[in-house]
T-cell receptor, first 113, second 115 residues
Framework: NAGVTQTPKFRVLKTGQSMTLLCAQD?????MYWYRQDPGMGLRLIHY???????AKGEVPDGYNVSRLKKQNFLLGLESAAPSQTSVYFC????????????FGPGTRLTVL | GENVEQHPSTLSVQEGDSAVIKCTYS??????FPWYKQELGKGPQLIID?????GEKKDQRIAVTLNKTAKHFSLHITETQPEDSAVYFC??????????????FGGGTRLMVKP
């Protein structure tokens, strides 16, 4: 049982490049979330999903897109990366029946030059 | 929307002393308040949480208190140990049964326990 895993762990992009971050969970959780973490600002929600095939915007969705084609995977895409998107990205998931306990992945450190 | 303020941003204590981290929230409808610990290079991990129908909860050396009237809640760590050194985040949310409810996080507190 690996919990929540994220790929890749580190990435450096040039402005304007695109990439996809992959989150996978093996706990059969219904809900999945993408956050970004910036110094002194805690974690801010980018997008979330309440089930396969559904997504919704969080607090800071601009510049990002997501997809949840399979229950266990939640993808975060950057179509045209900007330096302001330099951050650490965390994925989380939680079970419908366990209320609000969110389980986090180890994070992806992204630098946009 | 919800706004969560967390203080202090850094906290240094001697091993064995107690540490207290405080958070305030703005949305009176918030009813769930978790605390997360984040070690270097890892994702946040839930250490304790409290719901609005109780005022205090303890788990060994960790306790959380909630004052709904004043809209603040605190994390108390007693007999601190070097392995308690980490960044701690408070958070708040409402609608426990709402599938899409969102956690709003505080800015984090870096706790350093000196041996």
């Amino acid at each position: 049982n690996a919990g929540v895993t994220q790929t890749p762990k580190f990435r450096v992009l040039k402005t304007g490049q695109s990439m996809t971050l992959l989150c996978a969970q093996d706990m059969n959780h219904e809900y999945m979330y993408w956050y970004r973490q910036d110094p002194g600002m805690g974690l801010r929600l980018i997008h979330y999903s309440v089930g396969e095939g559904t997504t919704a915007k969080g607090e800071v969705p601009d510049g990002y897109n997501v997809s949840r084609l399979k229950k266990q995977n939640f993808l975060l895409g950057l179509e045209s990366a900007a330096p302001s998107q330099t951050s650490v990205y965390f994925c989380a998931s939680r079970d419908r029946g366990l209320a609000d306990t969110q389980y986090f992945g180890p994070g992806t450190r992204l630098t946009v030059l | 929307g919800e706004n969560v303020e967390q203080h202090p941003s850094t906290l240094s204590v001697q091993e064995g002393d107690s540490a207290v981290i405080k958070c305030t929230y703005s949305d009176s409808a918030s009813n769930y308040f978790p605390w997360y610990k984040q070690e270097l290079g890892k994702g946040p991990q839930l250490i304790i949480d409290i719901r609005s129908n109780v005022g205090e909860k303890k788990d060994q050396r960790i306790a959380v208190t909630l004052n709904k009237t004043a809209k603040h809640f605190s994390l108390h760590i007693t007999e601190t140990q070097p392995e308690d050194s980490a960044v701690y985040f408070c958070a708040a949310s409402r609608d426990l049964n709402n599938a899409g409810n969102m956690l709003t996080f505080g800015g984090g507190t870096r706790l350093m326990v000196k041996p």
